[in-house]
């Protein structure tokens, strides 16, 4: 039941700034890491961000000191911040999480459905 929801994606010029959110619904219990993958043509899916339950953070090594990556509990969503936006960051970029959706204590994994991210003049 449960569902992970992306918005922001869309064009936006090289230098330019966009943030990415993610909310998850349904019969959520416990969440424990959020993130954001991403894929662009021609490429493999790669992990550009995460963040633990208790707010420790890790980055690919292509967007550390431009990306942040964030969460909010009580509102059960992540954000991606993203500034000094590059032509390569254009990709298509997936929400993904680990719920606990049954009070059992173990978690499923979870993907959105995916939002696009442009960068050009």
């Known amino acids: 039941q449960v569902q992970l929801v992306e918005s922001g994606g869309g064009l936006v010029q090289p230098g330019g700034s966009l943030r990415l959110s993610c909310a998850a619904s349904?019969?959520?219990?416990?969440?424990?890491?959020m993130g954001w993958y991403r894929q662009a043509p021609g490429k493999e899916r790669e992990l550009v961000a995460s963040?633990?339950?208790?707010?420790?953070?890790n980055y690919a090594d292509s967007v550390k000191g431009r990306f942040t990556v964030s969460r909010d509990n009580a509102k059960n969503t992540v954000h991606l911040q993203m500034n000094t936006l590059k032509p390569e960051d254009t990709a298509v970029y997936y929400c993904?999480?680990?719920?606990?959706?049954?009070?059992?204590?173990?978690?499923?994994?979870?993907w959105g459905q995916g939002t696009q991210v442009t960068v050009a003049s």
């Open positions: 349904g019969t959520i219990f416990s969440i424990g890491t």
């Open positions: 963040t633990t339950s208790s707010r420790f953070t």
């Open positions: 993904n999480a680990e719920i606990d959706s049954r009070w059992t204590g173990n978690y499923d994994n979870y």
